[in-house]
């Protein structure tokens, strides 16, 4: 590429990711031919990554108010909701694919300090975090290094910083084998009122960056998380940020102690496109301009070029406008903590920022032209039914023959690699540093964050079914939010919010976009029922890989991360069985149903199936019901039907305490179907014998459908009098399947 400021040519606007159509919009704009420098500042601002330009048209149609919204979905750089006791909750979700996919280390780990930097931005102080992550064939070399990479720089930057780690999720199937997901979800508490906003404004105002210095590391790394990963990629490994925990830790105590300051104007981190987002975007939010002297930029390397000063994605940076006069408060503090501090600018009139590089203009460009809102280019993308469409729903149960021996199915899916422990992983994080972690002994279907000095907690999960998003992406993306709602219930919260990380393929290719547009529609109606606004969070398209010339997308991946609110420590509910005899019930219907289960495609290697039966109204009288129950304290347990089906559910109730469970059928299902099915609104719940009769007198007032279908026992599983074993036999599968495959 060309490293002048000489005009800048259409080939290398298409080498930037941009549309010959786009580079004579860029003419417009400028009335002129830009430079070099101010077509790269284009590029990565009217990135996928940083414009949402395939998206924002259906984005705006998803719910963005609710009862507890303090900020409008895209206003800040993350969520905040009001929690009560004077508090708010900043959080959010975001993904590092691409950047995963060629250094699987640094890219978890850089994800999760991105995360984490955009909560603490806004003056809350991170409590906890969650991730959801996909990998390929667990028996590919390729995946197990991804796997390891992955976990252990999201552990080793996490343990560092000393956030714990509450929840998530893994799952694997072949279509992520080249381009894995990393979604990282971080949470934070600050006062109600005491929010840093991400804006600039008062002409004269100095401008700060603070934190590391910049070096060259992720460079046009906006731009590569907007296209294929193909045999190449590994080329693109400069743009994959390098992270440091320690320099982050500071960042935050040294952030914290200046949001405490009336010096601050404005605050925003530097993630994708680094200076260029940061100066535009805040300039386009306080309606004014800046001049950026990126020579006074503190470097790693001798001699970086104005446009590499501007496109570095370097981590552990803030930009800060300061109120003028107040410049040595600035400067005290992060002298204290020991970080790099320089004044690199102003705020002006207007709504240009200039760039300079020794005295000399280097880029002039229109801020509002360049941000999502803005003049960012907005499209409506052609869609059509993919012809898998019809085909899935043509499935029948009755062409799957019903095993013979069902204790063989249950040890198969015990040990199956999308159902068994996931300690592998999760044991490479610190669950336990700090003192916010309350699911640790008490195991949740939602992680549980404490909140001191109140009687509330909170409850976060992250959800997605992507096999069901694939088979049918409104339904299945309606399907994951209710799930993420019913984990939250079964906790003993009550759903508020939601922030997203919408995982797609290429969204020029029809049939991905019309996966797009089910999905968000059924996040919409599913929101809506559930009154769980979308506080923000991330579009990650182009997640294919390019096999023989033919794109690959991965499934579609629409992650859910879910707030609630626990109003009273009190309720909340384990998901394990505490009591020997205790009674079990299943709440929802059984029904004869294997549709996208694990049992029909692990177990059957039959793939194409739509979604098991969802109604939305029955799933939300049985959340209602839930929390009744809870409430009223008529249940020991709760854990919601999921991955695996009936046989699972119990299962993973039984193993903390190593009980069992005896269970009788339901004579309507084929016993497949009823052990190994995954339709959803269902939930088992445990109650002690001497609350039978008010336990059935208060579900008798509602709508759900439930049934008695056993009790719990010393650790021997029998189901319709046959015995399928022990649980600490079925406890040794699950613990040590995934490990085994690792070594």
Not at 92 to 113: D, R
Request: with cysteine.
């Amino acid at each position: 590429m060309n490293n002048d400021n000489d005009f800048s040519t259409v080939e290398q606007a298409e080498e930037m990711g941009l549309l010959p159509e786009e580079f004579e919009r860029i003419k417009e704009i400028l009335g002129r031919t830009p430079n070099f420098c101010e077509l790269s500042i284009f590029g990565v601002m009217w990135s996928e990554h940083c414009s949402y330009k395939n998206s924002i048209v259906w984005l705006k149609k998803l719910p963005k108010d609710g009862p507890h919204m303090l900020v409008e979905a895209g206003e800040e750089n993350a969520g905040l909701v009001d929690i009560g006791d004077g508090l708010a909750c900043c959080f959010k979700i975001e993904s590092h694919n691409h950047p995963s996919a060629l250094e699987p280390y640094q890219g978890a780990a850089t994800g999760v300090g991105g995360i984490n930097r955009d909560i603490f931005t806004m003056g809350a102080r991170p409590i906890a975090q969650l991730n959801s992550l996909r990998f390929g064939n667990i028996n590919l070399d390729r995946t197990k290094w991804l796997l390891k990479g992955v976990s252990k720089g999201i552990g080793d930057y996490g343990n560092a910083f000393g956030i714990p780690i509450v929840g998530g999720e893994v799952f694997f199937d072949d279509c992520y084998n080249t381009n894995p997901l990393v979604n990282a979800f971080s949470a934070g508490i600050m006062k109600k009122g005491e929010m840093i906003s991400a804006t600039s404004s008062g002409v004269g105002n100095p401008i700060f960056i603070v934190g590391s210095r910049t070096g060259k590391d992720g460079i046009h790394g906006a731009s590569f998380a907007s296209k294929d990963i193909t045999e190449d990629s590994a080329e693109d490994l400069p743009a994959v940020q390098v992270g440091d925990p320690f320099q982050e830790k500071l960042l935050l105590e040294a952030t914290l102690e200046l949001a405490k300051t009336d010096a601050i104007v404005g605050m925003q981190d530097m993630g994708a496109a680094g200076i260029t987002c940061s100066t535009n975007e805040m300039s386009a939010a306080g309606n004014h301009g800046m001049i950026i002297n990126l020579d006074k930029v503190p470097t790693r390397q001798e001699n970086m070029k104005d446009w590499e000063i501007l496109l570095s994605e370097s981590q552990e940076r803030m930009l800060v406008v300061v109120e003028k006069g107040k410049e040595n408060i600035v400067n005290k503090i992060f002298e204290k903590w020991d970080l790099s501090c320089e004044e690199i600018g102003v705020v002006t009139e207007g709504e240009r920022v200039q760039y300079f590089m020794h005295d000399k203009l280097v880029a002039d460009v229109p801020c509002s032209d360049l941000v999502l809102g803005g003049g960012a280019p907005v499209y409506e993308r052609e869609y059509s039914e993919p012809e898998y469409f019809k085909r899935f729903q043509k499935f029948n149960i009755n062409d799957i023959d019903e095993p013979e021996d069902l204790t063989e199915v249950a040890k198969f899916l015990t040990a199956n690699h999308n159902i068994a422990s996931k300690r592998f992983v999760y044991e490479q994080y610190d669950s336990m540093v700090g003192t916010a972690n309350m699911s640790t002994n008490y195991p949740t279907d939602a992680g549980i964050v404490n909140l001191k000095d109140s009687n509330k907690a909170l409850a976060m999960t992250v959800d997605c079914n992507a096999r069901m998003v694939n088979a049918n992406p409104e339904e299945g993306c309606a399907m994951a939010v209710a799930e993420a709602a019913r984990n939250i219930v079964c906790s003993g919260g009550a759903p508020s919010a939601i922030t997203n990380c919408l995982n797609f393929g290429n969204p020029y290719n029809p049939e991905v976009y019309w996966q797009f547009v089910g999905s968000i529609k059924g996040m919409a109606k599913s929101c809506r029922k559930f009154s769980t606004p979308v506080t923000g969070g991330n579009v990650s398209f182009y997640n294919q890989s390019s096999v023989d010339g033919v794109e690959v997308p991965v499934f579609p991946t629409p992650t859910i991360g879910m707030l609630g609110i626990v109003e009273n420590k009190d309720d909340i509910t384990t998901l394990a069985f505490e009591k020997i005899d205790s009674l079990i019930y299943l709440l929802g219907e059984p029904l004869n149903d294997i549709n996208c289960s694990e049992y029909l495609v692990a177990y059957h290697k039959f793939n194409e199936s739509t979604t098991p039966y969802f109604d939305l109204d029955i799933e939300f009288e049985l959340q209602t019901t839930i929390s009744s129950l809870i409430k009223n304290k008529l249940i020991l347990s709760a854990h919601d039907v999921a991955d695996g089906g009936l046989f699972i559910t119990l299962l993973e109730s039984s193993m903390y305490n190593n009980l069992g469970f005896s269970i009788e059928s339901c004579s309507e299902v084929r016993k497949d179907a009823f052990l190994f099915g995954e339709s959803p609104s269902r939930v088992v719940v445990s109650i002690n014998k001497e609350q039978r009769e008010n336990f059935e007198n208060h579900l008798s007032s509602t709508n759900t459908i439930y049934s008695k279908i056993g009790h719990v026992t010393s650790g021997d599983i029998i189901v319709d009098d046959e015995s399928f074993g022990y649980t600490t036999d079925y406890k040794k599968i699950y613990n040590s399947s995934i490990s085994e495959k690792m070594q």
